[in-house]
Antibody, heavy 123, light 113 residues
Framework: QVQLVQSGAEVKKPGASVKVSCKVSGYTLTELSMHWVRQAPGKGLEWMGGFDPEDGETIYAQKFQGRVTMTEDTSTDTAYMELSSLRSEDTAVYYC????????????????WGQGTLVTVSS | QSVLTQPPSVSGAPGQRVTISCTGSSSNIGAGYDVHWYQQLPGTAPKLLIYGNSNRPSGVPDRFSGSKSGTSASLAITGLQAEDEADYYCQSYDSSLSALYYVFGTGTKVTVL
């Protein structure tokens, strides 16, 4: 059973950067394909990017390209999502999510989700 | 904006049947990609509800069912219960930008009257 535990809430000023972590237990990070999704207050889910095991690369949603970086520390089984040049519209709950091993669907469904990290951007 | 369109809200009395549509296009659902559904209870992370268009993970009641046809998919809840009051999202791939991207539906709030 995979567990994803995210870092705590953050308050940032416009123009700053934020780095959210997602600690994996139950599996090693190298066995998983981690994705990041955000949800603005009262709004829907928005995919930001994630690891594509077919290409072995991280792909980013066009909207966030140039502003988001997703990295992994395999020594601690922790995934990170860093978003820069923050603006008020980036205020949202950020989730990490991943499919379990062995799915044979396109796309793979995401069984496991972190608890979410609230990022508030305010001057 | 999302390329998968859902009705903003649906409602029903306890015991009734409600359906939620997820309308896409030839670059996503119509291209043959699978559709998954997630349930999000207030203040919690989304939970996988239906995978591969019509399959239920272990533990999901059989009153939830999914289907897919052409460029659309649907989620049905039969025997609606108070604990089904939540937001529901469909998910698939989209290939309109010369790469495969995950996309979510706009989301539907289910209210139990």
């Amino acid at each position: 059973q995979v567990q994803l535990v995210q870092s705590g809430a953050e308050v940032k000023k416009p123009g700053a950067s934020v780095k959210v972590s997602c600690k994996v237990s139950g599996y090693t990070l190298t066995e998983l394909s981690m994705h990041w999704v955000r949800q603005a207050p009262g709004k829907g889910l928005e995919w930001m990017g994630g690891f594509d095991p077919e290409d072995g690369e991280t792909i980013y949603a066009q909207k966030f390209q140039g502003r988001v970086t997703m990295t992994e520390d395999t020594s601690t089984d922790t995934a990170y999502m860093e978003l820069s040049s923050l603006r008020s519209e980036d205020t949202a709950v950020y989730y990490c999510a991943t499919p379990r091993l062995g799915w044979n669907y396109e796309p793979q469904p995401w069984d496991y989700w972190g608890q979410g990290t609230l990022v508030t951007v305010s001057s | 904006q999302s390329v998968l369109t859902q009705p903003p809200s649906v409602s029903g009395a306890p015991g009734q049947r409600v359906t939620i549509s997820c309308t896409g296009s030839s670059s996503n659902i119509g291209a043959g990609y699978d559709v998954h559904w997630y349930q999000q209870l207030p203040g919690t992370a989304p939970k996988l509800l239906i995978y591969g268009n019509s399959n239920r993970p272990s533990g999901v009641p059989d009153r939830f069912s999914g289907s897919k046809s052409g460029t659309s998919a649907s989620l049905a809840i039969t025997g609606l219960q108070a604990e089904d009051e939540a937001d529901y999202y469909c998910q698939s791939y989209d290939s309109s930008l010369s790469a495969l991207y995950y996309v979510f539906g706009t989301g539907t709030k289910v209210t139990v009257l």
